[in-house]
Protein backbone atom coordinates (compact mmCIF):
# COMPACT_ATOMS: atom_id res chain seq x y z
CA UNK A 1 0.00 0.00 0.00
CA UNK A 2 1.12 3.41 -1.09
CA UNK A 3 2.50 5.87 2.40
CA UNK A 4 1.77 9.11 3.09
CA UNK A 5 4.46 11.99 3.52
CA UNK A 6 1.52 13.61 5.92
CA UNK A 7 2.31 14.67 9.78
CA UNK A 8 0.10 13.00 12.12
CA UNK A 9 -2.05 15.62 12.03
CA UNK A 10 -2.23 16.90 8.60
CA UNK A 11 -3.54 13.49 8.10
CA UNK A 12 -6.38 13.31 10.52
CA UNK A 13 -7.28 17.01 8.91
CA UNK A 14 -7.36 15.38 5.63
CA UNK A 15 -9.30 12.62 6.89
CA UNK A 16 -12.00 14.42 7.81
CA UNK A 17 -12.08 16.39 4.34
CA UNK A 18 -12.27 12.80 2.47
CA UNK A 19 -15.33 11.93 4.98
CA UNK A 20 -17.03 15.22 4.38
CA UNK A 21 -16.22 15.14 0.58
CA UNK A 22 -17.83 11.16 0.52
CA UNK A 23 -20.72 12.79 2.36
CA UNK A 24 -21.96 14.33 -0.50
CA UNK A 25 -24.43 12.24 -2.83
CA UNK A 26 -23.26 13.91 -5.72
CA UNK A 27 -19.61 12.67 -5.99
CA UNK A 28 -18.75 10.66 -9.19
CA UNK A 29 -17.54 7.12 -8.49
CA UNK A 30 -14.09 7.95 -9.93
CA UNK A 31 -13.48 10.68 -7.42
CA UNK A 32 -14.91 8.47 -4.98
CA UNK A 33 -12.90 5.24 -5.43
CA UNK A 34 -9.82 7.64 -4.98
CA UNK A 35 -11.35 9.13 -2.02
CA UNK A 36 -11.76 6.21 -0.54
CA UNK A 37 -8.25 4.72 -1.42
CA UNK A 38 -6.53 7.82 0.34
CA UNK A 39 -8.70 7.68 2.55
CA UNK A 40 -7.44 3.83 3.78
CA UNK A 41 -4.10 4.75 3.48
CA UNK A 42 -4.36 8.05 6.34
CA UNK A 43 -6.50 6.21 8.10
CA UNK A 44 -4.32 2.91 8.36
CA UNK A 45 -1.24 5.46 8.57
CA UNK A 46 -3.12 7.62 11.75
CA UNK A 47 -3.77 4.29 13.65
CA UNK A 48 -0.26 2.61 12.57
CA UNK A 49 1.66 6.37 14.29
CA UNK A 50 -0.63 5.92 17.31
CA UNK A 51 0.22 2.17 17.98
CA UNK A 52 3.70 2.27 17.39
CA UNK A 53 4.70 4.33 20.28
CA UNK A 54 4.92 1.57 23.35
CA UNK A 55 4.92 2.52 26.68
CA UNK A 56 8.52 3.57 27.66
CA UNK A 57 10.00 5.21 31.13
CA UNK A 58 13.40 6.17 30.95
CA UNK A 59 15.79 8.64 32.81
CA UNK A 60 18.59 10.61 31.66
CA UNK A 61 21.46 10.08 33.99
CA UNK A 62 24.10 13.08 33.17
CA UNK A 63 27.05 11.56 33.19
CA UNK A 64 29.49 14.96 32.58
CA UNK A 65 28.47 18.66 31.80
CA UNK A 66 28.09 17.33 27.79
CA UNK A 67 27.25 13.41 28.13
CA UNK A 68 24.17 11.28 29.55
CA UNK A 69 22.34 7.86 29.54
CA UNK A 70 19.06 7.22 28.82
CA UNK A 71 18.35 4.28 31.24
CA UNK A 72 14.79 2.44 32.26
CA UNK A 73 13.31 3.86 35.00
CA UNK A 74 11.40 1.62 37.52
CA UNK B 1 -9.62 56.77 93.86
CA UNK B 2 -10.63 54.09 96.26
CA UNK B 3 -8.30 51.16 96.14
CA UNK B 4 -10.89 49.19 94.60
CA UNK B 5 -10.79 51.35 91.54
CA UNK B 6 -6.88 51.38 92.01
CA UNK B 7 -6.79 47.66 91.74
CA UNK B 8 -9.13 47.73 88.39
CA UNK B 9 -6.70 50.10 86.95
CA UNK B 10 -3.55 47.97 87.91
CA UNK B 11 -5.15 45.27 86.50
CA UNK B 12 -5.96 47.10 82.96
CA UNK B 13 -2.77 48.13 83.31
CA UNK B 14 -1.09 44.18 83.61
CA UNK B 15 -3.86 43.55 80.96
CA UNK B 16 -1.80 46.48 78.55
CA UNK B 17 1.75 45.08 79.28
CA UNK B 18 0.21 41.36 78.09
CA UNK B 19 -0.33 42.98 75.02
CA UNK B 20 2.71 44.76 74.68
CA UNK B 21 3.35 44.05 71.43
CA UNK B 22 0.13 46.27 70.08
CA UNK B 23 1.44 49.22 67.83
CA UNK B 24 1.15 52.45 68.89
CA UNK B 25 -2.18 53.29 67.37
CA UNK B 26 -4.25 50.56 69.93
CA UNK B 27 -1.66 52.31 72.40
CA UNK B 28 -3.20 55.31 72.40
CA UNK B 29 -6.49 53.70 72.18
CA UNK B 30 -5.52 52.25 75.58
CA UNK B 31 -4.64 55.28 77.13
CA UNK B 32 -7.99 56.54 76.35
CA UNK B 33 -9.81 53.47 77.88
CA UNK B 34 -7.38 53.88 81.03
CA UNK B 35 -8.90 57.37 81.46
CA UNK B 36 -12.68 56.85 80.28
CA UNK B 37 -12.91 53.86 82.36
CA UNK B 38 -11.41 55.48 85.61
CA UNK B 39 -14.18 58.35 85.12
CA UNK B 40 -16.49 55.82 84.73
CA UNK B 41 -16.29 53.85 87.33
CA UNK B 42 -15.54 57.09 89.56
CA UNK B 43 -18.83 58.19 88.47
CA UNK B 44 -20.43 54.96 89.72
CA UNK B 45 -18.96 54.68 92.44
CA UNK B 46 -19.71 58.00 94.12
CA UNK B 47 -23.54 57.50 92.93
CA UNK B 48 -23.52 53.95 95.03
CA UNK B 49 -22.00 55.20 97.67
CA UNK B 50 -18.68 53.66 97.69
CA UNK B 51 -19.42 50.22 97.22
CA UNK B 52 -20.69 49.59 94.21
CA UNK B 53 -21.43 45.39 93.38
CA UNK B 54 -21.49 44.41 89.45
CA UNK B 55 -23.49 41.60 88.56
CA UNK B 56 -21.74 39.13 87.01
CA UNK B 57 -23.61 40.01 83.43
CA UNK B 58 -22.80 43.48 84.30
CA UNK B 59 -19.62 43.33 84.73
CA UNK B 60 -18.78 41.38 81.23
CA UNK B 61 -21.16 43.59 79.38
CA UNK B 62 -18.48 46.51 80.58
CA UNK B 63 -15.68 44.25 79.51
CA UNK B 64 -17.25 43.55 76.01
CA UNK B 65 -17.83 46.96 75.54
CA UNK B 66 -14.37 47.99 76.47
CA UNK B 67 -12.47 44.97 74.79
CA UNK B 68 -14.85 45.62 71.38
CA UNK B 69 -14.18 49.29 71.11
CA UNK B 70 -10.65 49.32 71.94
CA UNK B 71 -9.09 46.41 70.58
CA UNK B 72 -11.00 46.60 67.18
CA UNK B 73 -7.76 46.16 65.09
CA UNK B 74 -4.89 44.82 66.71
CA UNK B 75 -2.14 42.21 65.63
CA UNK B 76 -0.91 39.21 67.27
CA UNK B 77 1.69 36.62 66.52
CA UNK B 78 1.55 33.20 67.98
CA UNK B 79 1.13 29.94 67.29
CA UNK B 80 -2.22 27.82 66.11
CA UNK B 81 -3.82 25.41 68.30
CA UNK B 82 -6.31 22.94 68.41
CA UNK B 83 -7.33 24.09 64.96
CA UNK B 84 -10.45 23.14 63.66
CA UNK B 85 -12.79 23.86 60.29
CA UNK B 86 -16.05 23.68 61.37
CA UNK B 87 -18.74 22.46 58.57
CA UNK B 88 -19.81 25.94 57.48
CA UNK B 89 -16.20 26.42 56.96
CA UNK B 90 -15.39 29.06 59.66
CA UNK B 91 -12.00 28.25 61.02
CA UNK B 92 -11.73 28.09 65.00
CA UNK B 93 -8.26 28.33 66.47
CA UNK B 94 -6.53 28.63 69.86
CA UNK B 95 -3.19 31.17 69.41
CA UNK B 96 -0.99 30.45 71.50
CA UNK B 97 2.98 31.42 73.21
CA UNK B 98 4.45 29.80 75.72
CA UNK B 99 2.61 31.88 78.45
CA UNK B 100 -0.90 32.14 77.36
CA UNK B 101 -3.44 31.57 74.76
CA UNK B 102 -6.57 33.13 72.94
CA UNK B 103 -8.79 31.77 71.30
CA UNK B 104 -9.54 33.28 67.96
CA UNK B 105 -12.04 32.51 64.68
CA UNK B 106 -11.31 33.53 61.15
CA UNK B 107 -14.62 33.06 59.34
CA UNK B 108 -15.78 31.35 56.14
CA UNK B 109 -16.19 34.41 54.35
CA UNK B 110 -12.37 35.26 55.00
CA UNK B 111 -10.64 31.90 55.48
CA UNK B 112 -11.41 30.83 52.23
CA UNK B 113 -9.27 33.26 50.04
CA UNK B 114 -6.60 32.47 52.31
CA UNK B 115 -3.21 32.00 50.54
CA UNK B 116 -1.97 28.69 52.70
CA UNK B 117 -3.38 26.41 54.85
CA UNK B 118 -3.12 27.55 58.17
CA UNK B 119 -2.49 24.00 60.80
CA UNK B 120 -1.74 23.57 63.92
CA UNK B 121 1.54 24.57 65.34
CA UNK B 122 2.11 26.91 63.21
CA UNK B 123 3.29 30.18 63.38
CA UNK B 124 1.47 32.93 62.08
CA UNK B 125 0.74 36.80 62.19
CA UNK B 126 -3.10 37.76 62.43
CA UNK B 127 -4.82 40.87 62.29
CA UNK B 128 -8.46 41.06 63.96
CA UNK B 129 -10.97 42.94 66.43
CA UNK B 130 -11.36 41.34 69.98
CA UNK B 131 -15.18 40.42 70.75
CA UNK B 132 -16.43 39.27 73.93
CA UNK B 133 -19.56 36.97 75.04
CA UNK B 134 -20.77 37.93 78.32
CA UNK B 135 -22.89 34.77 78.78
CA UNK B 136 -19.67 33.06 78.91
CA UNK B 137 -17.29 35.10 80.12
CA UNK B 138 -14.85 34.65 77.23
CA UNK B 139 -13.53 36.99 74.54
CA UNK B 140 -11.59 35.96 71.11
CA UNK B 141 -10.28 37.28 68.46
CA UNK B 142 -12.03 37.09 65.35
CA UNK B 143 -9.25 36.97 62.73
CA UNK B 144 -9.45 39.11 59.57
CA UNK B 145 -6.46 38.36 57.99
CA UNK B 146 -3.67 35.86 58.48
CA UNK B 147 -0.40 35.67 57.33
CA UNK B 148 2.60 32.83 58.11
CA UNK B 149 4.57 34.05 59.94
CA UNK B 150 8.56 34.70 58.62
CA UNK B 151 6.44 34.24 55.22
CA UNK B 152 5.67 37.73 54.60
CA UNK B 153 8.57 38.82 52.86
CA UNK B 154 8.37 35.81 50.60
CA UNK B 155 4.65 36.69 49.80
CA UNK B 156 5.77 40.16 49.15
CA UNK B 157 8.55 38.79 46.59
CA UNK B 158 5.64 36.55 44.87
CA UNK B 159 3.47 39.69 44.35
CA UNK B 160 6.94 41.60 42.99
CA UNK B 161 7.81 39.10 40.84
CA UNK B 162 4.18 38.22 39.55
CA UNK B 163 3.27 42.17 38.74
CA UNK B 164 7.01 42.94 36.76
CA UNK B 165 6.80 39.63 34.78
CA UNK B 166 2.98 40.21 33.55
CA UNK B 167 3.94 43.94 32.82
CA UNK B 168 6.72 42.37 30.69
CA UNK B 169 4.28 40.10 28.97
CA UNK B 170 5.29 36.63 29.79
CA UNK B 171 1.77 35.30 31.34
CA UNK B 172 0.44 37.11 27.76
CA UNK B 173 -2.14 34.90 25.71
CA UNK B 174 -0.77 35.31 22.68
CA UNK B 175 2.80 33.52 23.58
CA UNK B 176 1.17 30.25 24.50
CA UNK B 177 1.80 27.54 22.54
CA UNK B 178 -1.09 24.94 22.17
CA UNK B 179 -0.74 21.43 23.82
CA UNK B 180 -0.71 19.01 20.70
CA UNK B 181 -3.66 16.55 20.15
CA UNK B 182 -0.89 14.00 19.55
CA UNK B 183 1.30 13.53 22.21
CA UNK B 184 4.14 10.97 21.77
CA UNK B 185 7.19 11.87 23.78
CA UNK B 186 6.67 13.63 27.08
CA UNK B 187 9.34 15.25 28.82
CA UNK B 188 9.25 15.05 32.72
CA UNK B 189 11.12 17.71 34.87
CA UNK B 190 10.37 16.38 38.07
CA UNK B 191 12.23 14.36 41.44
CA UNK B 192 12.18 10.30 40.57
CA UNK B 193 11.25 9.83 44.19
CA UNK B 194 8.56 12.06 44.74
CA UNK B 195 4.81 12.30 44.09
CA UNK B 196 4.55 13.76 40.88
CA UNK B 197 5.96 11.11 38.77
CA UNK B 198 4.57 8.17 40.83
CA UNK B 199 0.74 9.52 39.89
CA UNK B 200 1.73 10.25 36.22
CA UNK B 201 2.86 6.92 35.83
CA UNK B 202 -0.34 5.59 37.94
CA UNK B 203 -2.54 7.39 35.31
CA UNK B 204 -0.48 5.37 32.15
CA UNK B 205 -0.86 2.34 33.65
CA UNK B 206 -4.76 3.36 34.34
CA UNK B 207 -5.53 4.81 31.33
CA UNK B 208 -3.52 4.02 27.69
CA UNK B 209 0.32 2.83 27.98
CA UNK B 210 1.61 4.05 24.31
CA UNK B 211 3.39 6.44 25.47
CA UNK B 212 7.09 7.35 25.88
CA UNK B 213 8.26 9.21 29.07
CA UNK B 214 11.84 10.69 29.80
CA UNK B 215 12.24 11.95 33.01
CA UNK B 216 14.96 14.62 33.64
CA UNK B 217 15.78 14.44 37.58
CA UNK B 218 15.72 16.99 39.08
CA UNK B 219 14.83 18.67 42.82
CA UNK B 220 12.35 20.54 43.56
CA UNK B 221 12.70 21.77 46.62
CA UNK B 222 15.60 23.73 48.38
CA UNK B 223 17.94 26.23 47.21
CA UNK B 224 18.83 24.11 44.00
CA UNK B 225 15.74 23.28 42.93
CA UNK B 226 15.44 26.36 40.59
CA UNK B 227 18.89 25.50 39.02
CA UNK B 228 18.08 21.77 38.10
CA UNK B 229 14.19 22.64 37.25
CA UNK B 230 15.75 25.20 34.60
CA UNK B 231 18.60 22.71 33.33
CA UNK B 232 16.00 20.50 32.73
CA UNK B 233 13.62 22.49 30.83
CA UNK B 234 16.78 23.58 28.40
CA UNK B 235 18.03 20.32 28.09
CA UNK B 236 14.75 19.41 26.35
CA UNK B 237 14.50 21.88 24.17
CA UNK B 238 18.73 21.10 23.00
CA UNK B 239 17.95 17.44 22.76
CA UNK B 240 17.52 16.21 19.58
CA UNK B 241 14.86 13.76 20.06
CA UNK B 242 12.35 15.86 20.29
CA UNK B 243 9.67 15.58 23.23
CA UNK B 244 5.87 16.72 22.14
CA UNK B 245 5.08 18.54 25.79
CA UNK B 246 6.92 19.10 29.04
CA UNK B 247 5.39 18.87 32.27
CA UNK B 248 7.38 20.43 34.80
CA UNK B 249 5.94 19.63 38.57
CA UNK B 250 5.96 18.48 41.78
CA UNK B 251 3.60 16.84 44.26
CA UNK B 252 1.71 19.43 46.62
CA UNK B 253 3.81 21.10 50.02
CA UNK B 254 3.72 23.91 51.62
CA UNK B 255 4.62 27.33 50.22
CA UNK B 256 8.21 27.06 51.21
CA UNK B 257 8.62 23.64 49.54
CA UNK B 258 6.98 24.78 46.46
CA UNK B 259 8.83 28.04 46.39
CA UNK B 260 10.91 26.68 43.08
CA UNK B 261 8.17 27.06 40.89
CA UNK B 262 7.92 31.25 41.74
CA UNK B 263 11.19 31.29 40.95
CA UNK B 264 11.93 33.97 38.20
CA UNK B 265 14.73 31.86 36.99
CA UNK B 266 12.35 29.13 36.55
CA UNK B 267 9.70 31.26 34.57
CA UNK B 268 12.08 32.64 32.49
CA UNK B 269 13.12 29.27 31.32
CA UNK B 270 8.96 28.14 30.62
CA UNK B 271 8.53 31.04 28.92
CA UNK B 272 11.71 30.28 26.64
CA UNK B 273 10.44 27.11 25.92
CA UNK B 274 10.51 26.56 22.34
CA UNK B 275 8.75 23.14 23.94
CA UNK B 276 4.97 23.69 24.85
CA UNK B 277 5.00 23.69 28.86
CA UNK B 278 2.62 22.13 30.70
CA UNK B 279 3.05 23.79 35.06
CA UNK B 280 1.41 20.50 37.03
CA UNK B 281 2.73 21.08 40.75
CA UNK B 282 0.41 19.51 43.27
CA UNK B 283 -1.58 22.72 44.90
CA UNK B 284 -5.15 22.60 43.43
CA UNK B 285 -5.58 25.96 45.35
CA UNK B 286 -2.86 28.15 45.30
CA UNK B 287 -1.04 29.49 41.89
CA UNK B 288 2.20 29.99 41.30
CA UNK B 289 4.34 32.12 39.29
CA UNK B 290 4.78 28.82 36.96
CA UNK B 291 1.23 28.03 36.38
CA UNK B 292 1.16 31.74 34.78
CA UNK B 293 3.76 30.86 32.38
CA UNK B 294 3.53 28.01 31.44
CA UNK B 295 1.51 27.29 28.35
CA UNK B 296 -0.93 25.14 30.29
CA UNK B 297 -1.33 25.00 34.25
CA UNK B 298 -2.61 21.69 35.32
CA UNK B 299 -3.84 21.19 38.82
CA UNK B 300 -1.88 18.34 40.06
CA UNK B 301 0.65 16.06 38.46
CA UNK B 302 -2.42 13.39 37.55
CA UNK B 303 -4.01 16.13 36.27
CA UNK B 304 -1.76 16.93 33.48
CA UNK B 305 -1.11 13.12 32.83
CA UNK B 306 -5.07 12.68 32.42
CA UNK B 307 -4.87 15.91 30.09
CA UNK B 308 -2.87 14.30 27.60
CA UNK B 309 -3.95 11.01 28.24
CA UNK B 310 -7.52 11.68 27.50
CA UNK B 311 -6.44 13.43 24.38
CA UNK B 312 -5.35 10.40 22.96
CA UNK B 313 -7.83 8.06 23.15
CA UNK B 314 -9.89 10.69 21.64
CA UNK B 315 -8.08 10.30 18.91
CA UNK B 316 -8.27 6.79 18.54
CA UNK B 317 -11.86 7.11 18.81
CA UNK B 318 -11.68 9.58 16.23
CA UNK B 319 -9.75 7.62 13.28
CA UNK B 320 -12.39 4.62 14.19
CA UNK B 321 -15.17 6.92 13.68
CA UNK B 322 -13.35 8.38 10.51
CA UNK B 323 -12.01 5.19 9.15
CA UNK B 324 -15.54 3.27 9.66
CA UNK B 325 -17.16 6.21 7.64
CA UNK B 326 -15.39 6.07 4.76
CA UNK B 327 -16.10 2.30 4.67
CA UNK B 328 -19.65 3.28 4.93
CA UNK B 329 -19.95 6.16 2.61
CA UNK B 330 -18.29 4.31 0.19
CA UNK B 331 -20.41 1.12 0.38
CA UNK B 332 -23.50 3.16 -0.73
CA UNK B 333 -21.10 5.06 -3.14
CA UNK B 334 -21.15 1.71 -4.74
CA UNK B 335 -24.87 0.30 -4.06
CA UNK B 336 -25.88 3.59 -5.81
CA UNK B 337 -23.63 3.81 -8.90
CA UNK B 338 -24.19 0.36 -9.55
CA UNK B 339 -27.72 0.30 -9.77
CA UNK B 340 -27.23 3.15 -12.22
CA UNK B 341 -25.62 1.24 -14.53
CA UNK B 342 -28.43 -0.55 -16.25
CA UNK B 343 -27.02 -0.87 -19.27
CA UNK B 344 -23.97 -1.66 -21.21
CA UNK B 345 -21.00 0.82 -20.37
CA UNK B 346 -18.05 -1.18 -20.99
CA UNK B 347 -15.37 1.42 -20.09
CA UNK B 348 -16.97 2.22 -16.87
CA UNK B 349 -17.58 -1.34 -15.92
CA UNK B 350 -14.31 -2.37 -16.18
CA UNK B 351 -12.81 0.94 -14.70
CA UNK B 352 -15.22 0.33 -12.12
CA UNK B 353 -14.13 -3.08 -11.86
CA UNK B 354 -10.66 -2.84 -12.14
CA UNK B 355 -10.63 -0.58 -9.01
CA UNK B 356 -13.23 -2.14 -7.05
CA UNK B 357 -11.39 -5.56 -7.14
CA UNK B 358 -8.31 -3.92 -6.47
CA UNK B 359 -10.32 -2.33 -3.31
CA UNK B 360 -11.76 -5.49 -2.36
CA UNK B 361 -8.31 -7.25 -2.19
CA UNK B 362 -6.54 -4.99 0.11
CA UNK B 363 -9.58 -3.98 2.12
CA UNK B 364 -11.19 -7.14 1.77
CA UNK B 365 -12.60 -6.83 5.64
CA UNK B 366 -13.90 -3.67 5.48
CA UNK B 367 -16.82 -4.34 3.58
CA UNK B 368 -19.91 -5.79 5.17
CA UNK B 369 -21.09 -9.00 4.20
CA UNK B 370 -24.69 -7.68 3.76
CA UNK B 371 -22.77 -5.82 0.82
CA UNK B 372 -21.55 -8.91 -1.00
CA UNK B 373 -25.16 -10.70 -0.76
CA UNK B 374 -26.76 -7.11 -2.28
CA UNK B 375 -23.90 -7.74 -4.97
CA UNK B 376 -24.56 -10.64 -5.80
CA UNK B 377 -28.45 -10.69 -6.66
CA UNK B 378 -27.81 -7.22 -8.24
CA UNK B 379 -25.35 -7.61 -10.37
CA UNK B 380 -25.02 -11.64 -10.65
CA UNK B 381 -28.06 -11.29 -13.65
CA UNK B 382 -25.65 -8.31 -15.38
CA UNK B 383 -22.76 -9.97 -14.82
CA UNK B 384 -23.54 -13.40 -16.69
CA UNK B 385 -24.84 -11.15 -19.14
CA UNK B 386 -22.13 -9.54 -20.27
CA UNK B 387 -19.54 -11.98 -18.96
CA UNK B 388 -17.38 -13.07 -22.04
CA UNK B 389 -16.72 -9.63 -22.89
CA UNK B 390 -16.11 -8.19 -19.58
CA UNK B 391 -13.66 -11.63 -18.78
CA UNK B 392 -12.01 -10.23 -22.03
CA UNK B 393 -11.78 -6.83 -21.65
CA UNK B 394 -10.87 -6.97 -17.62
CA UNK B 395 -7.68 -8.10 -18.40
CA UNK B 396 -6.85 -5.34 -20.61
CA UNK B 397 -6.07 -1.16 -18.86
CA UNK B 398 -8.84 1.45 -20.46
CA UNK B 399 -5.89 2.43 -22.99
CA UNK B 400 -6.19 -0.72 -24.25
CA UNK B 401 -10.53 -0.48 -24.88
CA UNK B 402 -9.86 2.33 -26.81
CA UNK B 403 -7.16 0.61 -28.95
CA UNK B 404 -9.44 -1.97 -29.53
CA UNK B 405 -11.91 0.65 -31.18
CA UNK B 406 -13.97 1.75 -28.62
CA UNK B 407 -14.17 5.34 -27.62
CA UNK B 408 -15.49 7.93 -24.24
CA UNK B 409 -17.30 9.96 -24.56
CA UNK B 410 -17.47 13.12 -22.35
CA UNK B 411 -19.37 16.57 -21.89
CA UNK B 412 -17.62 19.84 -23.28
CA UNK B 413 -16.95 20.04 -19.78
CA UNK B 414 -14.65 16.83 -19.58
CA UNK B 415 -16.51 14.65 -17.58
CA UNK B 416 -18.12 11.46 -18.44
CA UNK B 417 -20.97 11.46 -19.97
CA UNK B 418 -24.09 8.89 -20.57
CA UNK B 419 -25.65 9.25 -23.97
CA UNK B 420 -29.53 9.65 -22.23
CA UNK B 421 -27.93 12.72 -20.54
CA UNK B 422 -26.90 14.39 -24.12
CA UNK B 423 -28.74 17.12 -25.50
CA UNK B 424 -29.42 17.39 -29.61
CA UNK B 425 -27.06 19.64 -30.43
CA UNK B 426 -24.31 20.02 -27.75
CA UNK B 427 -21.13 19.92 -27.73
CA UNK B 428 -18.82 16.60 -26.99
CA UNK B 429 -16.02 15.25 -26.62
CA UNK B 430 -15.02 11.58 -28.42
CA UNK B 431 -12.02 10.07 -26.90
CA UNK B 432 -10.50 7.49 -29.60
CA UNK B 433 -6.97 5.90 -28.29
CA UNK B 434 -5.15 8.39 -30.01
CA UNK B 435 -7.58 11.31 -30.46
CA UNK B 436 -10.27 13.60 -29.23
CA UNK B 437 -12.90 14.76 -31.58
CA UNK B 438 -15.02 17.53 -30.88
CA UNK B 439 -18.57 17.27 -32.09
CA UNK B 440 -22.27 18.33 -32.19
CA UNK B 441 -25.12 15.97 -31.27
CA UNK B 442 -26.86 15.88 -33.97
CA UNK B 443 -29.20 12.95 -33.24
CA UNK B 444 -29.83 10.15 -31.25
CA UNK B 445 -31.66 6.67 -30.89
CA UNK B 446 -32.38 4.41 -28.25
CA UNK B 447 -31.13 0.80 -28.83
CA UNK B 448 -31.52 -1.67 -25.80
CA UNK B 449 -34.48 -1.25 -23.22
Same mark, same amino acid.
Given at each position: ???????????M???E?I?????N??????????????????????????????K?IE???????????L???? | M????Q????????? !??????????? &????????K? !???T????L??R???H?????E? +????????????????????????K??F??????T???????????M *??????? &?????????E??????L??? #?????? !??????????G??????A???????????????????K??P????????V?S?????I??I &???????F????I???P?????E?A????????E?F????E???????G??????????????????R???N??????????????????????D???P?P???? =??????? /??????I??? %??S??? $?M? +?I?K???????R $????? #???????????L? /?N????????F =?N *?????NK??V???????? &? $? %????K?I?A $????? #? @?? @???N?????????????????????????L???? @??Y?
Amino acid at each position: MKKTNLKFEEAMQKLETIVSNLENENIGLDEALKLFEEGKILSDFCKETLDKAKKKIEIIKMNDKNSFNLEDFK | MNKKVQNFKNENKNY !QFNFNFIDSEN &LDNLNNLDKN !QSQTTSKNLLDRNARHIYKVSEI +NSIIKETLEKDFLSIWIEGEISNSKLNFSGHFYFTLKDNLGQIKAVM *FNSLYSY &LKFIPKDGMEVIVKGSLSCF #IKGGTY !QINVLYMEPKGKGALLIAFEELKKRLEKEGLFDKTHKKPIPNFVNKIGVVTSPTGAAIKDI &LTVLDRRFSNLHIIIYPSKVQGEDAKFEIKKGIEFFNSWAEKVDVILVGRGGGSIEDLWAFNEEMVARAIYNSKIPIISCVGHEIDYLISDFVADLRAPTPSAAA =EMLIKEK /QELLNNIDYL %SNSINN $LMD +NILKINFLKYDR $LNFFN #IIKLFDKFFNNLC /QNFDYFSSEFF =EN *FDTIFNKKIVDYEIKINK &L $L %SLDPKKILA $LGYSV #I @KD @KNGNFAEAKDLLIGEEIEVCTKNYILFCRLISKE @KIYK
